[in-house]
């Protein structure tokens, strides 16, 4: 069959998962290797047009033609399916049930382990996948891992950020979406300009010339995206630069401010230790802190100390203060004639220093009028209390039937009671 888009459209439709069928149409489409560029484009048309379950087919030829012209050292096909392999696994995973997604992966690692693909492409190809499986579990959290309330934003990242989050993510899939279109752009330059191969003739030369031309304008266009996303997420990360460096400004005036009135309270507590290191706490001594109109804290000195609230006295009053005047004085046992009293012997016999009752005078006595005064102590002239020899010559007379001093106690008595009485009284 000759090679048209409607041959190849053919083939690719009546393609199924047996690996019989997609041996055969890998061996018709290698055949047709002059055409690599356009039978991966048309691949890539059928591959959006074809339902979600049959689009695991056209993976597996894709892994069998590239696989094949790898072995084969015929690398027509590797190049012609870099501009379209990462666009393609990524249609071809995204909507897929988990266990195609998993063949999917699988046949990428192999891609990955085989070096089928230049690096940046492969890397292109995970990437996409990595977002896809990303986006997945972000839209699974937004309604079981996340709170409803919590927006479509990364809850994870600082409100400041969160601007920031779709200018990075649409710069990621730019970057992913220009890495293999530019690759692409660049090899297949470089391979029809080489002086070293021989010119192709004219006809193959246009249609390759214009190939290129298409290959060049898309990089072209991703790279202006690429651009585009990135001067986006620029201007965000100035503007919050700007933002950052006008609270840093604000930082470094509070910083002054607290500064100056920590040196102020240090000074004026240096200044209060010290005056009570030397207990000085005069008036005007202290000097309270103020702060003047510019923001920074100085000391004042004061004029004046507060006068200090009266308080009532704890200690009672002497004794001294409370004593009347006009009050009569205690001599000797008397009360002598003062001011307002009578003059006249008042004796206190039975109890010397205590003062009369003062409701028998006419005026208020005070503790000073009886000083205290000791006993007066016995006298052989005191009339009070007699003479001390008188009263032992009344009890000689009273007892001298009982003899004295010098007669024996004994006489009259018989002589056994005498003796009797003097062995008990040890012999006197």
């Known amino acids: 069959m000759a090679y048209n888009d409607d041959a190849v459209k053919a083939r690719l439709s009546s393609l199924n998962e047996s690996h019989e069928s997609i041996a055969t149409v890998a061996q018709w489409v ?7 560029d356009r039978t991966c484009v048309l691949w890539l048309e059928r591959l959006r047009e074809t339902p979600i379950n049959r689009r695991l087919t056209l993976i597996y030829l894709a892994n069998e033609v590239v696989q094949q012209s790898k072995i084969r050292r015929k690398e027509d096909f590797i190049g012609a399916f870099s501009p379209v392999v990462v666009e393609g696994t990524a249609t071809a995973y995204k909507g897929a049930t988990s266990d195609v997604q998993e063949k999917i992966r699988r046949t990428v690692g192999v891609w990955s382990d085989r070096k089928i693909f230049d690096k940046t492409i492969q ?3 995970e990437a996409r996948i990595s977002e896809l499986d990303k986006s997945r579990s972000e839209k699974k959290g937004g309604l079981l891992g996340k709170s409803l309330f919590s927006g479509g934003s990364d809850a994870s990242a600082p409100p400041e950020l969160q601007p920031l989050i779709p200018l990075q993510n649409a710069l990621s899939k730019a970057h992913a979406a220009a890495e293999p279109a530019t690759a692409t752009a660049h090899a297949d330059f470089d391979k029809l300009t080489d002086p070293s191969k021989p010119a192709p003739s004219p006809p193959v030369y246009a249609a390759r010339l214009s190939a290129l031309f298409k290959s060049l304008s898309s990089a072209e266009s991703v790279v202006a995206q690429r651009i585009k996303t990135r001067q986006d997420l620029v201007d965000g990360l100035e503007k919050l630069l700007a933002t950052n460096r006008t609270a840093l400004d604000k930082d470094k005036a509070q910083q002054t401010t607290l500064k100056d009135r ?6 004026k507590k240096a200044e209060v230790e010290d005056a009570i290191m030397r207990g000085t706490t005069a008036t005007g001594t202290l000097s309270p802190v103020t702060e003047a109109p510019n923001g920074n804290t100085t000391t004042a000195t004061a004029s004046a100390e507060p006068e200090r609230p009266k308080v009532e006295e704890l200690t009672p009053p002497p004794t001294e203060s409370l004593t009347p005047t006009h009050s009569p004085e205690f001599h000797n046992g008397r009360l002598a004639a003062a001011d307002g009293f009578a003059a006249g012997p008042q004796h206190l016999d039975h109890h010397p220093g205590i003062a009369p009752d003062p409701a028998a005078t006419s005026a208020p006595l005070h503790p000073a009028m009886f000083p205290y005064q000791p006993p007066p102590q016995p006298s052989s002239h005191d009339p009070r209390y007699g003479a001390p ?24 008595l018989d002589d056994d009671v005498a003796e009797l009485l003097r062995a008990e009284s040890g012999g006197i």
């Not at 920590?262 to 000074?267: A, K, L, M």
């Not at 008188?390 to 000689?396: F, G, N, T």
């Open 30 to 36: 290698i055949f047709h290797r002059r055409h690599a």
């Open 262 to 267: 920590r040196e102020t309270i240090e000074r």
């Open 123 to 125: 890397d292109a190809v």
């Open 389 to 412: 020899a008188a009263k032992k010559r009344k009890l000689d007379a009273e007892f001298e039937g009982f003899g004295g001093p010098g007669e024996d106690a004994m006489a009259g």
